[in-house]
């Protein structure tokens, strides 16, 4: 029996219903009844694997189209665009030891990943994009492999954001998210 943490069977959860509520039905609605109706035909709205990487990655003019792109189709509709931003940045190679084409190919396909066994992480120097615990600083993370070069030690005032933890702990046992007061 494949035992599933309780880290990615939230991570999961909250994927789930982030998709469910970026996803609009374009005729009719549901009555407020028990039973979802699938039977319409629905249109993506949104994306946000990666936090931030749509933001700085995809020019205002092809936000809409990149969010309703599906993951596979978008290395070949976007890459050229996200060599182009990293060349702009100045950008050779990360700690991870991607060069533009590799990083750039990591990128543009904007899903989150999750890893069924071991650590869970957005990255910890070994683990790299085998989950996300809410705790992983994902700005931070971003800005180091784009800008802290091939040791992550290059151009420091550009690797972090500077807010390291969330401003309340987390809870310990479901739902896990702070309480907003």
């Given at each position: 029996m494949l035992r599933i943490n309780n880290?990615?069977?939230?991570?999961?959860?909250?994927?789930?219903?982030?998709?469910?509520?970026?996803c609009k039905k374009d005729h009719g609605n549901n009555n407020g009844g028990d039973s979802f109706d699938?039977?319409?035909?629905?249109?993506?709205?949104?994306?946000?694997?990666?936090?931030?990487?749509?933001t700085v990655f995809v020019g205002a003019d092809r936000k809409?189209?990149?969010?309703?792109?599906?993951?596979?189709?978008?290395?070949?509709?976007?890459?050229?665009?996200?060599?182009?931003?990293?060349s702009?940045?100045?950008?050779t190679q990360n700690a991870l030891g991607q060069n533009a084409d590799a990083f750039g190919g990591l990128?543009?396909?904007d899903v989150l990943n999750a890893k069924l066994s071991g650590k869970t992480t957005f990255f910890d120097g070994t683990n790299v994009l085998t989950g996300r615990d809410l705790a992983d600083d994902v700005i931070d993370t971003e800005l180091l492999l784009i800008f802290g070069g091939s040791t992550g030690a290059s151009n420091p005032g550009l690797t972090?954001?500077?807010?390291?933890?969330?401003?309340?702990?987390?809870?310990?046992?479901?739902?896990?998210?702070?309480?907003?007061?």
């Open positions: 880290k990615i069977s939230f991570s999961f959860l909250i994927t789930a219903a982030l998709f469910m509520a970026s699938t039977s319409g035909v629905f249109t993506q709205q949104d994306q946000m694997g990666r936090p931030a990487i749509n809409n189209e990149f969010n309703m792109t599906t993951p596979s189709a978008m290395s070949a509709a976007f890459k050229a665009d996200f060599l182009a931003k990293l702009a940045f100045g950008y990128l543009v396909t972090s954001d500077h807010i390291n933890s969330n401003d309340k702990a987390f809870l310990t046992t479901f739902p896990y998210l702070a309480s907003p007061f």
